[in-house]
């Protein structure tokens, strides 16, 4: 499922390049778009480039992020330069503020779902997550930083209006970036249940999160309750709503969005 994911969403950055954002002379961010500087500056395909200037970001990737990671993100790379290749380079629209826009939303969540799989689309992206797994950091916010710079080489090699509409769609890019990918986020859970023990052994046994077990009692009814308290990350609340719901379905989750975390978590 994976796989399938990082190939579609791969398709449809290529088809987004060549569509809505090449063009214009619109950029994309980072690799991507000093690839597409070379590429509208010589003879060359795109593509080419983006598959050039993502190996030795790529070993770096190997060293830091895992072997898992790097195929897939070779996957990605591949089917993208091999689709823009394929792909026409044909304008859907000629208004450059809404090809910024849509090209961005497209690649955005393209590269959101890429990021959720285990992947990466190469480029400043690998940095920008290993840089995240040490701060924590919104990883769209981190690609629209490093992505400045492209806009500032945009607007010296075309022109300064260019860069504005490239600069529009980093951001709109990284917005959709951080929507998809959360994995940033982090969610408290209070749990209030009468199978505390049972609750407790099964999250332990399928998550890496400590979990403080407290007394509790009804207001109402005076029944003695445990109330289980755990910090998790955005992606695994599916898993634990449905692990605590096999344990406890009569149970009371109170879930809220954690603002910060000082001490030890666990960030993979």
């Not at 070379?38 to 003879?43: A, D, F, K, R």
């Not at 990466?120 to 930083?145: A, C, H, N, W, Y």
């Not at 982090?186 to 979990?211: C, D, F, P, S, Y």
Request: proline share 3%; no cysteine; net charge positive.
């Amino acid at each position: 499922m994976n796989l399938g994911t990082i190939i579609i969403s791969s398709l449809l950055i290529g088809f987004a390049f060549n569509m809505f954002l090449l063009p214009q002379k619109i950029l994309s961010g980072g690799v991507s778009g000093i690839a597409m500087i070379l590429g509208l500056l010589t003879p060359f395909n795109t593509g080419t480039f983006i598959l050039l200037l993502n190996i030795p970001i790529i070993i770096l990737g190997y060293l830091r992020l895992g072997k898992q990671f790097i195929f897939y993100t070779l996957i990605s790379v591949a089917v993208t330069s091999i689709s823009m290749q394929v792909i026409p380079e044909r304008g859907i629209s000629d208004d450059p503020i809404l090809s910024s826009v849509f090209g961005g939303v497209i690649v955005g969540a393209a590269m959101g779902f890429i990021f959720r799989s285990g992947a990466s689309t190469g480029g400043f992206d690998v940095i920008s997550m290993v840089l995240s797994q040490k701060r924590e950091m919104p990883l769209g916010l981190l690609i629209s930083f490093m992505n400045a710079i492209v806009v500032f080489i945009s607007g010296f090699v075309f022109d300064w209006e260019l860069a504005l509409y490239t600069m529009l769609s980093i951001f709109v890019t990284g917005k959709l970036v951080d929507t998809v990918h959360t994995r940033h986020i982090k969610l408290t859970l209070m749990i209030i249940t009468k199978r505390g023990n049972e609750i407790k052994k099964n999250l332990l046994a399928n998550l890496v999160r400590g979990i403080t077990v407290l007394d509790g009692e009804g207001a109402f009814t005076s029944e003695r309750r445990n109330v289980l308290i755990t910090v998790i990350s955005r992606y695994e609340l599916t898993n634990v709503k449905r692990i605590i719901r096999e344990s406890d379905p009569h149970a009371f989750v109170n879930i809220t969005q954690t603002t910060d975390v000082m001490g030890y978590f666990r960030k993979d």
